[in-house]
């Protein structure tokens, strides 16, 4: 029920969204903000669909797996029967069974049968029985291992289906920010083109004062063309990457969609032991290795078992009433009869030889199922250790790329302060202001990359990307219900 909510919750901003992409179709840009990007892709994305589908057959499979060990049967009969000795007679029968199996593997049955005829005569039958297993040979670990089994698959299409929306939602937030990359790429080039022109002006108005040598307006003017192309370039990929966004959110590419973003640089501090012990408690790899492991620990059992006999406490009781009018006084006579029995079944086989094989692959697979559950335990902590190095090394790019910054800034002004007076010509300003574009791109770049290090670290550590992204400001429950999650 609540993954219907929650997809529901989705469709509603998906149609929320087509109806801003209505606006977009008449010429007018529409804003779409990272989550409204997340509620759309979640809503369409055919793999989460088919997470989402396994999850819900596994869970009727669970429930069907349980309702199977209470059964309860009702029939009857009519029907009209005529013998050499007796005139035509009627006859009518009704019954019910009852039957359930407990998790300890004890079961209970109760019949109950009515049969009565157009004579009068009448017979009723009830009979109670009950078995218990005292050695669960023949290769049974209980009589709910079906519904064990289905348990755990459960359980493993639910941590299924979160790493199908972790991977979705960390490959949106990717999407989204290298998009936002290339917006601000455009932001700095138009500003090279801007100072590119303003330089163009300057140097064409001193070359016709006799200023400065013609090879400083050639430079200028190459710079310009440069400054363009490099705004062409950046306008080309914003798109590309917005119609790739686009289409992985289920969108069509056509629409003119703007995404908001306000990149908020905020460096952390992580402690190394702690984010592992997270990963090792958060993370749903090795809970669905263990999953795997109690399967191969029943599969152990099962290979044991064979070698035991199969012994069972039955007992049985049983009632029955018989009604018979007699042929001469019309009187109805009845018998009652009552019988019980109680005993020990057995059943042992003799001289299966391949069953110890049986044990020693199940004994080997569970030691490779233990060594896999390490393994993805061992692997995690060096996801968790190179998520912080990369996050650290992206906090130290970011370091370096704003004194790049401040130092290009400080050559531009002296080379322009320079070329101003004479000194120099204009080759090492124009060499200056495309070092300040370089610059500033870089440093949008490095603290892009930081804040997506960031989101890699919490998904390296298992937590919820989705309920990450309700936790930051401007993404409240009025966007997507915390409760639906």
């Known amino acids: 029920m609540r993954l219907l909510y929650y997809f529901f919750i989705l469709f509603f901003f998906t149609v929320f969204l087509f109806g801003k992409a209505a606006f977009s179709s008449e010429g007018r840009v529409c804003d ?10 979640l809503n369409h994305n055919y793999a989460l669909k088919q997470a989402q589908e396994r999850l819900i057959q596994a869970e009727t499979e669970y429930y069907d797996s349980i309702n199977d060990k209470l059964r309860m049967k009702l029939s009857g009969a009519a029907y009209i029967a005529k013998n050499p000795s ?75 289906f979160f790493l199908e929306r ?21 932001e700095v080039n138009k500003l090279f083109v801007k100072s590119s022109l303003d330089n163009l002006t300057v140097t064409k108005r001193k070359f016709e004062e006799g200023l ?41 590419p056509r629409l003119a969609v703007r995404p ?17 012990a997270a990963a090792l408690s958060l993370r749903k790899e090795p809970k669905m290795d263990e999953i795997d492991l109690e399967g191969l620990k029943d599969d152990l059992t099962v290979a044991k078992n064979n070698f035991k006999p199969q012994i069972d406490f039955v007992a049985s009781w049983n009632k029955t009433l018989f ?28 001289g299966q030889r391949r069953k110890k094989s049986d044990i020693d692959r199940a004994n080997r697979n569970l030691i490779l199922g233990s060594e896999k559950l390490e393994q993805t335990k061992r692997e995690i902590i060096k996801e968790v250790r190179d998520a912080i190095r990369d996050l650290k090394l992206a906090e130290n790019q970011v370091i370096i790329k ?40 870089s440093l949008i770049g490095a603290r892009i990359d930081y804040v997506i290090y960031a989101y890699a670290l919490k998904k390296a550590m298992g937590i919820d990307l989705l309920k990450s992204l309700l936790e930051e400001p401007g993404n409240t429950v009025d966007k997507l219900s915390e409760d639906t999650l």
Not at 104 to 130: I, K, P, T
Not at 260 to 276: G, Q, R, W
Not at 410 to 432: C, F, P, Q, Y
Request: proline letters at 2%.
């Open 32 to 41: 779409i903000t990272l989550i409204e990007c997340v509620a759309s892709a």
């Open 86 to 160: 007796a005139s035509s007679e009627g006859f009518f029968n009704s019954g019910g069974t009852l039957e359930y199996i407990s998790p300890d593997g004890s079961s209970f049955s109760l019949d109950a049968e009515m049969l009565h005829s157009s004579s009068s005569s009448s017979n009723y039958d009830l009979g109670v029985s009950y078995r218990r297993p005292l050695a669960r040979g023949g290769g049974v670990v209980t009589a709910w291992q079906d519904v064990r089994s289905s348990e755990r698959n459960w359980a493993g299409e639910r941590y299924q």
């Open 166 to 186: 972790q991977s979705l939602v960390y490959s949106l937030i990717q999407s989204y920010l290298r998009l936002i990359y290339a917006q601000r790429r455009i």
């Open 212 to 252: 400065v040598p013609k090879i400083d307006l050639s430079r200028a003017e190459v710079n310009l063309l440069n400054s363009k192309a490099s705004l062409l370039n950046a306008e080309t990929s914003w798109e590309e990457q917005r119609d790739a966004l686009l289409l992985e959110i289920g969108l069509d």
């Open 260 to 276: 908001v973003y306000d990149l908020s640089y905020s460096p952390a501090v992580f402690n190394e032991d702690e984010c592992i």
């Open 323 to 350: 009604n018979d009018p007699a042929r001469d006084s019309g009187l109805v006579s009845s018998r009652r009869t009552n019988s019980w029995s109680a005993g020990i079944e057995y059943t042992a086989e003799i």
């Open 402 to 441: 704003e004194e790049s910054l401040v130092a290009a800034e400080e050559r531009l002004r002296l080379a322009t302060r320079s070329w101003e007076e004479g000194i120099v010509n204009n080759r090492e300003m124009l060499d200056a202001q495309e070092d300040l574009t370089d610059a500033r791109i």
